[in-house]
Nanobody, 120 residues
């Protein structure tokens, strides 16, 4: 199983951006897909996650600006970020938890990260 994230870049504050992540491989189902971020000099933190049933959990500091969505059939998860702030600058990582493949159940997979820089 591989996760490929895309959509990062250099964006001005106040703008919007959509990050996308696709999981590929012999996937039967994915329980939870999510996004974490790691800012320079800081620890990686959960931003948002969504279950296969559509239950969503957001980090408190991003509520109202971040919108996570997924397509179970395509094994994709997206993160829409509105009203971008310089403090959103980070490498954003997608992950998949509870992945069932034809070989069994696997705990977690991580994508390689996509870098977002927000200029003021």
């Amino acid at each position: 199983v591989q996760l490929q994230a895309s959509g990062g870049g250099l964006v001005q504050a106040g703008g919007s951006l959509r990050l996308s992540c696709t999981a590929s491989g012999s996937i039967v189902s994915i329980n939870v897909m999510g996004w974490h971020r790691q800012a320079p000099g800081k620890e990686r933190e959960l931003v948002a996650e969504i279950t296969s049933g559509g239950n969503i959990n957001y980090r408190d500091s991003v509520k109202g600006r971040f919108t996570i969505s997924r397509d179970n059939a395509k094994n994709t998860v997206s993160l829409k970020i509105d009203s971008l702030k310089p403090e959103d600058t980070a490498v954003y990582f997608c992950n998949a938890l509870g992945v069932t493949t034809f070989k069994g159940l696997h705990d977690i997979y991580w994508g390689q990260g996509t870098e977002l820089t927000v200029s003021s």
